[in-house]
């Protein structure tokens, strides 16, 4: 498979080289972690060819010896070199028994700098501080951006490529198919396979036809203002109601996994967060495609996930806006930094112009406002309000 440098991550993994933090790398399956590990190892043996690096990779069945927590320990130890710097990299740590004793054991010696990445259920950002008795720096991962895409294609027409991202989105696995069909099996399959069979493994789910319609909807609804009583209303059947907690609970667990991210609500008048309904969008936009059809594409909530996922990937805190009764798509905060930002597919209509203005029109304050639109021109501005063709957005 052709490779692509993802420079911003491996940034992150060597500027914390040398802490003593227990470095983890979390992100949906398959969208890269161990081919970032992998030029991690590749950079420090450039750097430091004198360092001793301790590569255990519970993919392949020759560390099949070390799936107990006292092999893997006891084989590191073994292992250790004095007199120089020792670095300890794990590929799957979940599938090493009681593996956070391994790691804290390792960590407790202070002789070793420790970086892992494990499968989502199982290494949870929510417990990583549970996990691991050191201190964790966590390296979010996500799929392929529009701008990766480009670089790994090498195109050229911008917006062209973004019509054919919004199709094949960022899960690079899928890109060695030739025929869009096989794209998206490969896709599906990821999330069948790899994504719901941990969840259910990991919380031992009885009602598997259930979170799978919970998933589904959640899919077809993302962008849209949801909660776990809204969902269980609108599943339950004629005979069967389904309880609003366990939906709730289904839900978090695909947001632990990252199939899906929550993104709350924020009122921007009152400065609060609002507890009523969130919004959910999908780590990769194409699972959407792969599980439920291209019959409905519905490019404007596909866009609007793009979108979110980016403003994730650039280290934004990203909620859903309400201004009075208007509803603001974006509020994205970094620091001291503050973006408003409303997305819409096509606003060529007068009528669509005006209502996604309004809301950005509405606030007061000095903070930039963006309407990202698939506007294939240049930059322009319209009352303090910069409108930018969402291709380039993307890519800036």
């Known amino acids: 498979m052709k490779l692509i440098e993802r420079n911003d991550y491996l940034e992150k993994l060597v500027e914390t080289k040398g802490t003593p933090d227990i470095k983890v790398i979390t992100g949906v399956r398959r969208c890269g972690k161990s081919k970032l590990l992998e030029t991690f190892i590749s950079y420090v043996q450039k750097n430091e060819p004198e360092a001793n690096i301790i590569h255990v990779n519970f993919n392949l069945p020759?560390?099949?010896?070390?799936?107990?927590?006292r092999a893997l320990y006891d084989y590191i130890s073994d292992k250790y070199q004095d007199g120089t710097s020792n670095y300890v990299m794990i590929d799957e740590v979940q599938m090493c028994e009681d593996f956070e004793k391994a790691v804290n054991g390792l960590h407790a010696s202070e002789r070793y700098d420790i970086y892992i990445t494990g499968s989502n259920a199982f290494l949870l950002s929510s417990d990583l501080a549970t996990l691991f008795t050191g201190r964790t720096f966590e390296v979010k991962l996500y799929p392929f951006s529009f701008a990766e895409f480009?670089?790994?294609?090498?195109?050229?027409?911008?917006?062209?490529a973004f019509d054919r991202y919004i199709i094949e989105g960022g899960m690079s696995g899928s890109y060695l198919y030739r025929k869009q069909e096989a794209k998206f099996d490969y896709i599906a399959d990821i999330y069948n396979t790899l994504i719901v069979r941990d969840i259910r493994q990991k919380y031992k789910i009885r009602n598997?036809?259930?979170?799978?319609?919970?998933?589904e909807y959640m899919m077809d609804n993302i962008s849209n203002l949801s909660s776990a009583r809204s969902i269980a209303d609108t599943l339950s059947g004629n005979k069967d109601k389904i309880n609003h907690k366990t939906v709730n609970a289904y839900m978090q667990y695909l947001c632990n996994a990252f199939a899906f991210y929550k993104v709350r609500r924020y009122d921007i008048r009152g400065k609060k967060y609002l507890t009523s309904n969130d919004k959910y969008y999908l780590s990769d936009h194409t699972f959407r495609y792969a599980k439920l059809g291209t019959r409905n594409m519905?490019?404007?909530?596909?866009?609007?996930?793009?979108v979110a996922i980016e403003l994730m990937r650039r280290g934004y805190e990203v909620y859903a806006g309400r201004l009075y009764q208007k509803e603001i798509d974006f509020v994205a905060i970094r620091r001291s930094e503050k973006l408003y930002i409303q997305v819409s597919e096509n606003i060529s209509g007068e009528n669509t112009f005006e209502r996604e203005v309004s809301s950005l029109l509405q606030i007061k304050d000095v903070y930039p406002k963006l309407l990202l639109a698939r506007t294939r021109h240049g930059m322009t501005d319209y009352e303090g309000i910069q409108i930018i063709d969402v291709a380039d957005w993307l890519l800036s």
Do not use: A, F, H
């Not at 020759?62 to 927590?69: M, N, R, S």
């Not at 670089?151 to 062209?160: A, E, F, Q, R, S």
């Not at 598997?208 to 998933?215: H, K, N």
């Not at 404007?300 to 793009?306: L, P, S």
């Open 298 to 306: 519905d490019y404007g909530r596909v866009i609007e996930n793009i």
């Open 150 to 160: 480009v670089k790994y294609y090498g195109l050229d027409n911008v917006y062209d």
């Open 62 to 69: 020759e560390y099949d010896q070390l799936l107990t927590y």
């Open 208 to 215: 598997v036809p259930l979170m799978d319609r919970i998933s």
